[in-house]
């Protein structure tokens, strides 16, 4: 089985400030990285994921993550936040063998809120 | 956002009476997913589908059945509700570049 750590529950920056949001992951198998992001009362939308190849992957609104195998980490990072980025963000992970599914394991979540 | 609408978006409900939300998708996805969302935990797997007809438990899935009689349909279904299962319910789809995309949800409250 695979588990998620979510290591800030709550992170809170000011609006043009740099943001790493913290993840780690436990599995004794190859797994595909996810980062959600969920904006109040609404459901999740995908950020980013890493399924193989280039460590550093690229997301949508200026979004990035490096994989990390030796430290099994997936931290999210972005270099100038946005009051609109205030919102709660998931790691979750899937096994890559088709065996399982492809069931996600979502961390807890980090709330993320920019301050003017 | 996939084609994928969750009904009811809210529902409220007495407790022990059953409850069933319904999810469906417009792209012929292959698997299908339904997740429980609560303060703290993140999102849990109830139950998921490969295929239809073809569904499985996922880790907190006591208290809940599914079933998937059409491609496009997945129901969840709350046998006997309880306050505990007071929850924001989400349904997802699996692509086929392995990303999982999410509906609304559903807002269930049972008193």
């Known amino acids: 089985a695979q588990s998620v750590t979510q290591l800030d529950s709550q992170v809170p920056v000011f609006e043009e400030a740099p943001v790493e949001l913290r993840c780690n992951y436990s599995s004794s198998v190859s797994v595909y990285l996810f980062w959600y992001v969920q904006y109040p009362n609404q459901g999740l939308q995908l950020l980013l994921k890493y399924l193989s190849g280039s460590t550093l992957v690229k997301g949508i609104n200026g979004f990035e993550a490096e994989f990390n195998k030796s430290q099994t980490s997936f931290h999210l990072r972005k270099p100038s936040v946005h009051i609109s980025d205030t919102a709660e963000y998931f790691c979750?992970?899937?096994?890559?063998?088709?065996?399982?599914?492809?069931?996600?394991?979502f961390g807890k979540g980090t709330l993320l809120t920019v301050n003017p | 956002d996939a084609g994928i609408t969750q009904s009811p978006r809210h529902k409220v409900t007495e407790t022990g009476t059953p409850v069933t939300l319904r999810c469906h998708q417009t792209e012929n996805h292959r698997y299908m997913y339904w997740y429980r969302q609560d303060p703290g935990h993140g999102l849990r797997l109830i139950h998921y589908s490969y295929g239809v007809k073809d569904t499985d438990k996922g880790e907190v899935s006591d208290g809940y059945s599914v079933s998937r009689s059409k491609t496009e349909d997945f129901l969840l279904t709350l046998e006997s509700a309880t306050s505990s299962q007071t929850s924001v319910y989400f349904c997802a789809i699996k692509t086929a570049s392995y990303e999982q995309y999410f509906g609304p949800g559903t807002r269930l409250t049972v008193t």
């Open positions: 979750a992970v899937s096994r890559t063998s088709g065996g399982s599914n492809y069931k996600l394991t």
